[in-house]
């Protein structure tokens, strides 16, 4: 950064307790006050240089001694200071970061040259012309100052001025610039072998003005036209990243801290809606990965629900953009044991909307399917980890997955996959709940793999494992009708063409009753007849059992499954009662 000295005489100024004094031979016969702040100094080379000294103290003739009040002065006791020592020849060095408050009170001070040739003002606006405006960042600097003084710098033309300068370079091509910046982006590093700066060289500079500076050079850079909108959407990200990085309340005890912590968050809440209302409308402009994290912030800080439904609209535009990691976001609840960990109800608002939009905006094609079973893929990987939450409630989890079509998920088995993660993580889990929860679940487009698993599954509802076995049989059945189309019937498997996630599920039931007369039973139906009279009684029945499915259709084949299943576990629990009643009336 770029400076200016001016004077040359050793600065003599210093303080004892809250009174700055001049060092002289001669008494002092000016005292200024300005806020607790109090200078004794001397009437000659003040009122030679400063014209509002010169009203106020021939307003005063008839004393020797004059004390004038400037506490409204811009710039306050630092900007005077600076004044005061140009007035007495003392070395001061003018920069970009002491230049506002400096020009502010020496116009206030009237240091004109009407009053004095080769005066303060002509001074410093020679320095900022030539020097600030001519640096990046000096120019960046001196606006971020602006901030304290924004009425007089607003007055003076500085702001206007320190943004004109400032957009000026950020659209100069990277090729051309040829001033420093900040720039520290992992595994960049400024070297002379970068034949050009990066396209975002400007982003983190510009990140340090506040919110209303930061708005109003963006407005002016888009309104150029000149910059692609992923480079402002760069811009906002890492104005997101500088001023959002942490907007969870902490808790405090005190009520100061209490009142400070709700001005931030104000603040805070502020800088999103801004940031928020400056996305460009162009899709892709930001990632949605950034949207939903603004999203997530927006529902901590409390900001309006119009933002937020603009957050969400843009987030629906670009969800098969997201990874996995995109969606791992904390729940806007305190992290206790009493809540769960992720936030699910945002991801399920965000799908609904993606939903909503996919079924405006496109037909079941190759394409547009492809990009809705993205988004089914990734939002199942995601019931995986939030299904490792303890906290997680069962209706979250089926909420979200009731969210997606039936159509963006050709197969079933990673929604299976996290169902069966929520069973072993939840075991206190009543029945209703994992009915409720195994509700979502669609068997009949399980893999062999997943049904086979399903099926000795003892953590699933029985109801689910007679679903997954009656599609097992259905798919075999469906198979051997393709086989024998001559018979223009549809035959169950034969007793010994049982498949082997039947006979898993048999095992089940075998293991449920623990009885020798069952698993004889049982092992009859898997290997088959062992003489000829009983065949023709098997082929009787799946005669019977074709002739059902003929008439009812597929929708009557669950009941009879279920009806069939309840009776054999009947048939168990009773031959248990007999056996045991035998023993007991044996001893």
Known sequence: MKFMRLGTRRD???????????????????TIRINNVTYLLHKFPLVQKCGLLQQLCSEREDTTSVTV????????????????????????????????PAICAAKFMQMTESVGKGNFVSKLEV??????????????????????????????????????????????????????????????EKKKHH???????????????????????????????????????????????RWLRDVRPHPETSTASQMNQEEESEK??????????LIPDERGSVSVGFLLRLLNMGNLLGASQVIRSQIIKKCSLQLE????????????????????????????????????????????????????????????SYLHVVSMDPNMPVQKVVSLAKALPDFARPEYDNLYKAI?????????????EKKHLCSILDCQKLSAEARAHAVKNEKLPLRTVVQVLF?????????????????????????????????????????????????????????????????????????????????????????IMEEETTQELAKVRMQRSKSEHGRRKGK
């Open 12 to 30: 003599t100024f210093y303080t004892e307790e809250a009174t700055r004094t001049m060092i002289s031979d001669l008494p002092s016969d000016l």
């Open 69 to 100: 009040e400037l506490h409204d002065i811009p710039g306050g006791a630092d900007g005077f200071e600076l004044c005061a020592k140009f007035c007495y020849g003392i070395k001061i060095d003018l920069s970009a970061r002491n230049f506002v």
């Open 127 to 188: 320095f900022y012309n030539s020097c600030i405006l001519e640096g990046w960042k000096d120019s960046v600097v001196a606006l971020q100052t602006t901030e304290r003084f924004p009425e007089w710098s607003e007055n003076l033309g500085i702001i206007r001025s320190c943004i004109d300068c400032v957009v000026d370079k950020i659209l100069t091509p990277p090729s051309k610039v040829r001033w420093s910046f900040t720039y520290t982006r992992q595994g960049y």
């Open 195 to 241: 034949k050009s700066a990066p396209k975002d060289w400007w982003t983190e500079d510009i990140a340090d003005l506040n919110i209303d500076l930061f708005r109003c050079v963006v407005n002016t850079v888009k309104s150029t036209n000149m910059l692609p909108p992923q480079l402002i959407g760069e811009a906002l990200h890492v104005y997101a990243c």
């Open 268 to 277: 805070r809440k502020k800088q999103l809606e801004m940031i928020v209302s």
């Open 321 to 380: 953009e997201a990874t996995l990691d995109d969606l791992m976001l904390a729940s806007s609840h305190d992290n206790s044991a009493d809540h769960k960990i992720y936030d699910i109800e945002l991801i399920e608002v965000v799908l609904e909307g993606y939903v909503k939009q996919w079924r405006k905006s496109y037909s079941r094609d190759g394409s547009s399917l492809n990009m809705i079973t993205k988004v089914g893929k990734l939002v199942d």
């Open 420 to 432: 069966n993660i929520y069973l072993n993580e939840h075991p206190q889990m009543s029945k209703e």
């Open 471 to 559: 599609f097992e049989h259905e798919q075999h059945g469906g198979k051997e009708a393709k086989h024998h189309e001559s018979d223009q019937s549809v035959r169950q498997p034969q007793g010994g063409e049982l498949t082997e996630t039947t006979r898993n599920y048999f095992n089940r039931l075998d293991l449920c009753s623990g009885e020798q007369s069952t698993k004889a039973k049982i092992s009859r139906r898997t290997s088959g007849p062992s003489s000829q009279s009983q065949r023709p009684e098997l082929e009787s029945d799946h005669k019977s059992k074709g002739k059902k499915v003929r008439e009812t259709g597929s929708d009557k084949i669950r009941e």
